[in-house]
């Protein structure tokens, strides 16, 4: 069964936590992040696109053993660019294209297909950038209204 995206309205939510939260315990990934401390204003399945990112990871990343989270301005001052990237094989050519499409992929399909509808929600885009051989690595856009840093630490 589909989860129902934009049931409940948006809320802001703590990106560091919604990461920390999402990584399965089994997966034995060390996810790095820096210190600064956004909030998203997203749909509150969020953490499902996290969860989503580190469970493919788990699942056809080669040799992945670390996830990076990175954020900065968007080079035009309107938002934060967000990386999430891992250390494994990467994406093969043939899928990048494709990878976000409904049915496409070696489990369900449905994994980033959904990342990318719960994160349009809220004007926020989701590309994948990585190169094979170099891990797979996906940028989330978050417009300026959608973003804001609570504590620099």
């Known amino acids: 069964m589909l989860p129902v995206r934009g049931v ?3 809320v802001w939510q703590n990106l560091n936590a919604v990461c920390k939260k999402a990584i399965p315990a089994q997966s034995g990934f060390l996810m790095t992040h820096p210190p600064a401390d956004p909030e998203v ?3 509150p399945f969020l953490e499902k696109v996290f969860y989503n990112r580190y469970d493919n990871a788990m699942r056809h990343g080669e040799h992945v053993t670390e996830i990076a989270i990175g954020y900065t301005p968007a080079p035009d001052g309107n938002g934060v660019t967000i990386t999430v990237q891992d250390n494994g ?3 093969s050519p ?3 294209g494709r990878i976000f499409q409904r049915g496409v992929g070696k489990n369900t399909g449905l994994g980033l297909f959904l990342t990318r509808e719960i994160l349009i929600l809220t004007n926020i885009t ?3 950038t990585g190169e094979p051989g170099k891990g ?3 940028v989330i856009r978050v417009p ?3 973003c804001r840093f ?3 630490t």
Request: aromatic share 8%; net charge neutral.
């Open 8 to 10: 409940q309205s948006p």
């Open 41 to 43: 204003y997203a749909d």
């Open 89 to 91: 094989a990467g994406v």
């Open 94 to 96: 043939d899928m990048k």
């Open 126 to 128: 989701v590309d994948k």
């Open 136 to 138: 797979a690595r996906f």
């Open 144 to 146: 300026k209204e959608g």
């Open 150 to 152: 609570t504590a620099q």
